[in-house]
């Protein structure tokens, strides 16, 4: 089935490591992008990339870092620099008319 | 920049008409786009409308579209306890070369009595 997959759903992460959370999607989409969900903030925008080896700061980007070296993949590293990242993050893709496609989501605790 | 807003809770009985409304500032936004979020899930796109519409329905789920006031609202009619998530409004502008992705409100939550 055609979708966005998002790896692992649950992960947890000491102080000082950096993470890397999965975001793959066979639906031939050249726009991606990585959201962070916090309780009553709604979605804020972290990194997008409109297409492959290229990328841009979002709303929220400082600690965090992407790549893009596949159209199918949009990685997105927690680094130890982001102070506060607990939270449920969201990868997506943008179809035809401008409509984004969600994974599943990881949910990210810091011990 | 576009700002979308949305009440933050909806409570309504099992059986009766849901309506989630909100509001948006940008009036070049193109389409507006209403998700659906079950807990502990990403979001799913339940419906969208163009900007040169006023009304789109879906089976139980109809649109409405006020361009001049910035106002879309979505109903459900019949509502049922699987409806109970969280409603996201998003509004989209061509940025002609930004982002070009959407611009989400808080979400309503929506809670169904029995």
């Known amino acids: 089935d055609g979708g966005i997959t998002q790896s692992p759903k649950y992960l947890f992460r000491k102080e000082g490591q950096n993470v890397t959370l999965s975001c793959e999607q066979n639906?031939?989409?050249?726009?991606m992008y990585w959201y962070r969900q916090d309780p009553g903030q709604g979605l804020r925008l972290i990194y997008y990339?409109?297409?492959?080896?290229?990328?841009q700061k979002g709303d929220i980007a400082e600690g965090y870092s992407v790549s893009r070296e596949k159209k199918e993949s949009f990685p997105l590293t927690v680094t130890s620099a982001q102070k506060n990242p607990t939270a449920f993050y969201l990868c997506?893709?943008?179809?035809?008319?401008?409509?984004?496609?969600f994974g599943e989501g990881s949910r990210l605790t810091v011990l | 920049g576009e700002d979308v807003e949305q009440s933050l809770f909806l409570s309504v009985r099992e059986g009766d008409s849901s309506v989630i409304n909100c509001t948006y500032t940008?009036?070049?936004?193109?389409?507006l786009y209403w998700y659906k979020q079950e807990p502990g899930a990403g979001l799913q796109l339940l419906t969208y409308?163009?900007?040169?519409?006023d009304m789109k329905q879906d089976q139980r789920l109809t649109v409405l579209l006020n361009k001049k006031d910035k106002h879309l609202s979505l109903r459900i009619a019949d509502t049922q306890t699987g409806d109970s998530a969280i409603y996201f409004c998003?509004?989209?502008?061509?940025?002609?070369?930004?982002?070009?992705?959407?611009?989400f409100g808080k979400g309503t939550h929506l809670i169904i009595q029995p």
């Open positions: 990339s409109q297409i492959v080896n290229d990328f």
């Open positions: 940008d009036s070049s936004s193109t389409y």
């Open positions: 998003a509004a989209r502008m061509y940025s002609g070369g930004g982002a070009d992705g959407l611009t």
């Open positions: 997506a893709s943008r179809g035809p008319t401008g409509e984004l496609f």
């Open positions: 409308i163009f900007s040169n519409m």
């Open positions: 639906l031939n989409h050249d726009a």
